[in-house]
């Protein structure tokens, strides 16, 4: 199995809707900063 790691300005795509977070399957963004515990900030396009 590949493990992908995500880094600094990746372009990304959600495969799966999170409506808790008002996010959906087909969005796309690009990652803006790492944080400490792993968790990845995006800005959608």
């Not at 999170?18 to 969005?27: A, K, S």
Request: proline residues 2%; charged residues 15%; aromatic residues 6%.
């Amino acid at each position: 199995m590949v493990k992908n790691t995500i880094k600094l300005l990746n372009v990304v795509a959600l495969t799966v809707d999170i409506p808790e977070y008002n996010l959906w399957g087909t969005q796309v963004g690009t990652v803006v900063e790492l944080l400490a515990d792993g968790a990845a900030l995006l800005k959608s396009y």
